[in-house]
């Protein structure tokens, strides 16, 4: 059961492949659109233990020559010493502006690699290969590529959009359960976003969607369709992309006060809390029922995922600090606090200017409750 997703972004329009197999279709799908191409797989140590040599064998059966680049896994990979590492490996390929430069691997390959092709002979074309659950239904579609500075995360990079993303949901049968987790809140990000009708459908499906049944390929496919909605709406992030930021900025604050250390918190689990806090927030607001509310919160925790500030181990923050870390975030508009707020299941929407009192008093309370 493939599925397509198009991304109709006019003359950079692409397309996305999802379902079991889809990474052995790399070769055939790249000859397709760039026939006789140089190919350089950029991934890291770990995803090339499991699933290099299926890539290289599809792309060579396609008549295709293929370099690989080899990265340490984790996220300090997305740094200027392995962005200019990995570009002059692809030069030494001799990587040219017809070839192709393939991301094979994570988020974190994919933010490297985009960039590394955006930037490398001005723009060189790629190809995604998203291989966890948050790559393959967020960061792998959209454009938005980079590194981390010592300054802040994705602080350095450009919008480039891929020629193809193939989205082989086997693959992650590998992923630790964890990793699974934290990209399925994304996953439910879409349906509490604007699609109510998917959120009863994860409801309904979840078991399927992770033991990996087509109940899988089928939330990946949605997801995947609702953020290229959006992107395509808004490529560069004006307006409407914002609403993707749905729990991000308690989020990002939980993440920022966990000091990013991925052993105490990942960031689909501090995104998970995030859009739990937005509902009730929404709710204390009178903006949205406590029913919805309740089925969010319950969702969450029914797939293992944490719903409240107190299941966040080692968070001795207090509400002040939490605001604080809060006005730290990149989605802070001249010293406003911007939130997505929800109207119900699947109506969230952008409030600017958020009453920092009453942010206060609802963290205050968020502290109080039973974990
Ligand atoms: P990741 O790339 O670090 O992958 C997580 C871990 O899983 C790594 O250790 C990796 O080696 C391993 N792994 C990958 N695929 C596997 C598989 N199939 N089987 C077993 N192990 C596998 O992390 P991630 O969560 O995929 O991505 C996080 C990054 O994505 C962050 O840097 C974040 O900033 C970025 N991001 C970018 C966007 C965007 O729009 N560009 C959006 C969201 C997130
Ligand atoms: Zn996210």
């Known amino acids: 059961a493939r599925r397509r997703v198009e991304v109709p972004l006019g003359s950079r329009a692409y397309s ?16 397709r659109i760039a026939k006789g191409a140089k190919c350089a797989i950029v991934t890291d140590a770990n995803v090339a233990a499991l699933y290099l040599d299926r890539v290289r064998l599809s792309l060579e059966g396609a008549g295709l020559a293929a370099a690989a680049i080899v990265c340490p896994p984790g996220e300090s990979t997305k740094s200027y010493a392995e962005f200019a590492r990995v570009c002059d490996a692809l030069i030494a390929a001799r990587i040219e502006r017809r070839d192709i430069v393939v991301a094979l691997g994570g988020g974190v390959i994919g933010d490297l690699a985009g960039f590394c092709a955006a930037s490398l002979r001005r723009g060189v074309r790629f190809v995604q290969i998203p291989t966890t659950l948050l ?10 590529t980079g590194i981390n500075s010592p300054h802040g995360k994705n602080l350095v990079g450009a919008f480039h959009q891929p020629s193809l993303v193939l989205a082989d949901s086997g693959v992650l049968d590998t992923l630790s359960p964890r990793e699974f987790r934290a990209g399925y809140a994304e996953v439910v ?17 979840w078991r399927e969607v992770f033991s990996g049944g087509p109940a899988r390929a089928e939330a990946i496919a949605a997801s995947c369709a609702a953020k290229a909605r959006v992107v395509v709406a808004d490529e560069t992030e004006q307006g409407e992309r914002a609403l993707l930021n749905l729990g991000h900025t308690f989020g990002h604050a939980f993440e920022s006060l966990s000091h990013y250390d991925s052993a ?6 501090g995104v998970a809390v995030g859009m739990a806090c937005a509902f009730r927030f929404s709710r204390a607001l009178g903006l949205c029922s406590g029913q919805d509310a309740v089925r969010v919160e319950a969702h969450l925790a029914s797939v293992g ?21 809060m006005r730290q975030d990149k989605k802070v508009e001249r010293g406003r606090l911007t ?7 699947g109506e969230s929407f952008l409030a600017r200017d958020v009453d920092e009192a009453g942010v206060l008093a609802f963290l205050e309370q968020e502290l109080a409750l039973a974990p």
């Open 16 to 31: 996305i492949h999802i379902g079991p197999g889809a990474l052995d279709t790399a070769g055939a799908e790249i000859a």
């Open 135 to 144: 790559s393959q239904v967020d960061s792998s579609v959209g454009g938005k």
């Open 189 to 205: 990000k879409y349906g509490l976003i604007g699609d109510r009708g998917f959120f009863d459908f994860l409801e309904a499906r």
């Open 264 to 269: 105490r918190l990942v960031h689909g689990e």
């Open 305 to 325: 995922l944490p719903s409240r500030i107190r299941h966040i181990p080692g968070l001795d923050a207090d509400a002040g600090a939490i605001l604080a870390a």
């Open 339 to 345: 939130f997505v707020l929800a109207r119900g299941i």
